[in-house]
């Protein structure tokens, strides 16, 4: 694969890195909209739970979300290098600095969420059954860690299809697990919404188990090596240097959504519901986005680790485009079949009506926002992460959250008005940051000389 990503059609190898991440997307899609699928005939307050308590978990995984970039890209310019030392060596330091982070976070998640969810000010009805989902994915974050590791160092690699086998056996496992724990089918106790907390966990834990297994016999791009698990200064430093605005982004982009939650939830339980069926739609409707972004960030990061920077710019530019023309069609079927994609989850007419609205608004703004996350992979498999970091906090805190309060409470559109503001930021952070790659400072790489020969691969 590498030889393809520095030599081969541009567009033919974007697709051939992206459709295993685009399958592996709508099979975390599934996720969610499996849990909504069965919450939702338990009742409106058992299927906003998870909605309510999701922001402040991905709150939580960002951090590991951020890390991970930095191991793909660190890991995508060893390859395009050709060091096979530098490719394991930071791989084992990527993992190892993850699952430590991923213990910390799982302990402050569990104790911090009955404070988070009331300073959010969660409905009462849905507060405790949010408390219990909060805590029980809290407790899994270092198996779920452990899939974020797997999959951005073998990504960095150019290897998207073992963890599209992964997450499909892992999908497959939740949907067998949900309806089982959720209404106690068999012999085991009816658990609802922490039921279906358990069922997440156990199945990423399956995931993050053999994902481990093969980074350890060394059967992929990557190999765990022992002497390089223990933490080393020098090599955290440069995880730290690249992923701490990655981090922050997320981190930012996540503590927004907490508080952008709280406006939704500040309408009741109808318009969380909504949103919530809406998130997921618009998440299942996002494969094209990350699998695009995921191979811009492995073909622009192995072209610049092999000093390949016209070809660098080529990639970036016509994966671009590509990630927004697909997107303009999802949007416009998004829209046309609005009102049977709600019905497939609830029958609530309230919710509904409510649900077709947002899609009907929010919708359009997806390429935009296709835009802004395409533009953001360029920067990160460059290794330059401060000006997405920079835009992607200006785009959800000075436009998203400040524009959704003040349409929907101070000018009292109610709802309308939040559509309106989320919408808002994406048409302009999309632009705002494709304008900034056009300077083009991005174009430099990041590792220095091989240490040792990379042996390609197909």
């Not at 051939?16 to 599934?30: E, R």
């Not at 318009?271 to 998130?279: M, W």
């Not at 927004?324 to 949007?331: D, K, T």
């Not at 048409?427 to 990041?446: I, M, N």
Request: proline share 5%; with cysteine.
């Amino acid at each position: 694969m590498r030889e393809r990503i520095l030599e081969g059609p541009i567009l033919r190898t974007m697709l051939v890195l992206a459709w295993p991440v685009m399958v592996s997307n709508a099979l975390q899609a599934l996720y969610n909209l499996i849990d909504a699928f069965w919450l939702g005939k338990v009742s409106t307050e058992a299927l906003s739970a998870p909605t309510v308590a999701w922001p402040v978990i991905f709150t939580f995984m960002s951090l590991g979300i951020g890390f991970q970039v930095a191991g793909s890209a660190i890991v995508a310019q060893h390859t395009g290098a050709g060091d096979r030392k530098g490719v394991d060596r930071a791989g084992s330091q990527v993992f190892s600095f993850l699952f430590l982070l991923s213990a910390a976070l799982g302990l402050l998640g569990w104790g911090a969420a009955p404070w988070v969810l009331r300073w959010m000010g969660t409905p009462p009805d849905i507060y405790p059954l949010a408390v219990s989902y909060l805590r029980i994915v809290s407790l899994g974050f270092p198996l779920m860690y452990g899939t974020f590791a797997f999959t951005g160092l073998l990504m960095g690699a150019g290897d998207t299809r073992t963890p599209m086998y992964l997450m499909g056996a892992s999908v497959i496992a939740n949907a067998v697990l949900d309806p089982f724990l959720i209404f106690g089918w068999g012999p085991l106790p009816e658990l609802g919404v922490a039921g279906a907390a358990l069922a997440t966990v156990s199945s990423r834990g399956v995931a993050a188990c053999v994902g481990i297994w093969l980074l350890s016999t060394g059967r992929v791009g990557v190999r765990l090596r022992l002497r390089w698990l223990l933490p080393r200064w020098r090599e955290i430093s440069r995880i730290l240097r690249v992923g701490t605005p990655n981090a922050v982004d997320h981190m930012a982009t996540s503590l927004g959504f907490v508080v952008l939650m709280g406006l939704v939830a500040g309408f009741g339980t109808v318009v969380v519901a909504a949103y919530g069926i809406g998130q997921r739609i618009i998440h299942f409707l996002n494969v094209a986005i990350w699998g695009a972004t995921t191979a811009l960030l492995t073909m622009v990061g192995q072209n610049l680790g092999a000093g390949q920077f016209d070809r660098a710019e080529k990639i970036a530019y016509r994966g671009i485009r590509s990630t927004v023309g697909v997107l303009l069609f999802v949007s416009v079927a998004a829209f046309l079949l609005r009102e049977p994609l709600y019905r497939l989850f609830i029958v609530d007419p309230r919710v509904i009506a409510e649900g077709k609205r947002f899609l009907g608004i929010f919708g359009f703004s997806v390429p935009f926002f296709g835009l802004f996350a395409a533009t953001s992979s360029v920067f990160r498999g460059a290794g330059h992460t401060v000006p997405p970091m920079v835009f992607s906090v200006v785009r959800l805190w000075g436009l998203r959250i400040f524009s959704s309060w003040a349409l929907g409470y101070a000018a009292g559109l109610g709802p309308l008005g939040l559509w309106i503001g989320m919408s808002l930021s994406n048409y302009l952070g999309g632009l705002g940051l494709y304008l900034w790659l056009k300077r083009g400072t991005w174009k430099r790489r990041l590792v220095g000389e091989p240490e040792g020969a990379l042996v390609a691969s197909d």
